[in-house]
């Protein structure tokens, strides 16, 4: 079974606060990635990864940095917390498309709630 | 351009009802693959089932079944008997090679007994 862990299930962090979220992969996947989600918006793309300390930016990178220094884990970084980043932020982490045209499952773990007061 | 929707925003039956959410998508390739994934109040979203577009064939799971129909774009998730367990919000997801995958909005499901 694939197993994605991150690193807290709730968090609540000021205004200006560098702030890190953790997620740990035991699958081997290539593929990792961070979305938040926010009522009516559904999940949005922040940024993804698809090697060791490659990124690509998805559709909401702004306010946000991401670091893969191992395969196995993907960090997601709020350099200066603000509000409008309260959200459920999900990891995700999937093989890598070796096929063309293929796209693997992705899969995803527990969610991070954060509020950002 | 690709796009989900699942036009159910919210939908509540009684327990031992059958149920089915709708998904709809749109995209000019020729391959790609679809999924359902159920996000219940834990918040985790859990994967249920993939398809590939070359795979009309409709899936059975249990209690649960998945009608894909290429002609009508759509790829349908039924849940017969349902159970209070089988509450929480349910997305459906576009994937194609070289793009991100696209969800539509979700249908949240209230069983109650």
């Known amino acids: 079974d694939v197993k994605v862990t991150q690193s807290s299930r709730y968090l609540v962090k000021r205004t200006g606060e560098k702030v890190f979220l953790e997620c740990v992969q035991d699958?081997?996947?290539?593929?990792m990635f961070w979305y938040r989600q926010d009522p009516g918006l559904g999940l949005r793309l922040i940024y993804f990864?698809?090697?060791?300390?490659?990124?690509e930016k998805g559709d909401i990178p702004e306010g946000y940095s991401v670091s893969r220094e191992k395969k196995e884990r993907f960090s997601l970084i709020l350099e200066s917390a603000s509000t409008n980043q309260t959200s459920m932020y999900l990891c995700?982490?999937?093989?890598?498309?070796?096929?063309?045209?293929?796209?693997?499952?992705?899969?995803f773990g527990p969610g991070t709630r954060l509020l950002v007061l | 351009a690709q796009k989900v929707t699942q036009a159910q925003t919210e939908i509540s039956v009684v327990e031992k009802e059958d149920v089915t959410l709708d998904c709809v998508y749109e995209?000019?390739?020729?391959?790609?693959?679809l999924f359902w994934y159920k996000q219940p109040p834990s918040g985790e979203l859990v994967f249920l089932i993939r398809?590939?577009?070359?795979?009309?064939q409709n899936e059975i799971s249990g209690r649960y079944s998945w009608n894909f129909q290429k002609s009508t774009s759509s790829f349908n998730f039924t849940i017969t008997a349902s159970q209070v367990v089988d509450s929480a919000v349910y997305f459906c997801?576009?994937?194609?090679?070289?793009?991100?995958?696209?969800f539509g909005k979700g249908t949240t499901l209230s069983v109650s007994s």
């Open positions: 995209t000019r390739d020729t391959t790609y693959y």
């Open positions: 699958m081997d996947h290539e593929n």
């Open positions: 398809r590939n577009s070359f795979d009309e």
């Open positions: 997801a576009l994937g194609q090679a070289g793009t991100a995958l696209i």
């Open positions: 990864s698809y090697d060791v300390k490659m990124k």
């Open positions: 995700a982490s999937s093989l890598h498309e070796w096929e063309k045209l293929k796209f693997e499952t992705q899969y």
